[in-house]
């Protein structure tokens, strides 16, 4: 049962356009949503978050938007470049017993940015 | 400031050999998780501490896995013994809480079990 769903396993721009990765979740009590970026044979790196009580934050050129009422949330790299290239996870989380929290991990979608 | 260490950063051995990786937190970070991540899907977390105590490891295959974080700070993963499935990479992350604090990875040991 796949609570949280990056329903594309991969994208491709073209440098200098908009790059678009989507999120889907099933469970209502998420909170708390995360972005991680992977380059191979490396660890994922922490990109940016958002709570639940807004509907946008922006770092940069990168900005995530939630829908909570569609369950959707999405990242926009805007523009994007080569070194943008890599596997794009997102997670969510909840808070549960003891302020405790465990994250919900997509399957990932891998983004090639063509020069 | 120094990120999450891990070693060894790859390793192969034969089914039903054992394996240990080592990994040290980011200094002052009292949550130290343990992840495995098979290619082309998420991070499935295996057991996480909370300093030297066990707060989730419903994941972890117990009957093969084991995991320690004696001091609160290192912790250690071992597989005995292990087998070809086990085959993915082992992340180790830590964060400063278990509340809404980013989780930092490290690189990584990649295991191959032939």
């Known amino acids: 049962d796949q609570q949280v769903k990056q329903n594309s396993p991969s994208l491709s721009v073209q440098e200098g356009r908009i790059s678009i990765l989507n999120c889907d979740y099933t469970?209502?009590?998420?909170?708390?949503f995360l972005w991680y970026k992977k380059y191979p044979a490396e660890g994922p790196t922490f990109l940016i978050s958002?709570?639940?009580i807004k509907d946008k934050n922006e770092d940069g050129r990168f900005t995530v938007f939630l829908n909570k009422s569609a369950k959707h949330l999405s990242l926009h790299i805007v523009p994007s470049q080569p070194g943008d290239s890599a596997v794009y996870f997102c997670?969510?989380?909840?808070?549960?017993?003891?302020?405790?929290?465990?994250?919900?991990w997509g399957l990932g979608t891998s983004l090639a940015v063509n020069p | 400031e120094a990120g999450v260490a891990q070693s060894p950063r790859y390793k192969i051995i034969e089914k039903r050999q054992s394996v240990a990786f080592w990994c040290n937190p980011i200094?002052?970070?009292?949550?130290l998780y343990w992840y495995q991540q098979i290619l082309g899907q998420g991070p499935k977390l295996l057991i996480q501490?909370?300093?030297?105590?066990?707060?989730?490891d419903s994941q972890l295959p117990k009957d093969r896995f084991s995991a320690e974080r004696l001091k609160g700070v290192d912790s250690t993963l071992k597989i005995q013994p292990a087998k070809l499935e086990d085959s993915a990479v082992y992340l180790c992350?830590?964060?400063?809480?278990?509340?809404?604090?980013?989780?930092?990875f490290g690189e990584g040991s990649w295991l191959t079990v032939v």
């Open positions: 469970n209502s009590m998420f909170d708390y």
């Open positions: 200094s002052g970070h009292a949550t």
């Open positions: 997670a969510a989380s909840q808070e549960k017993a003891g302020n405790n929290r465990k994250l919900i």
């Open positions: 501490f909370q300093n030297n105590g066990v707060v989730d």
């Open positions: 958002i709570s639940s």
């Open positions: 992350a830590s964060s400063a809480g278990t509340a809404r604090n980013t989780i930092y």
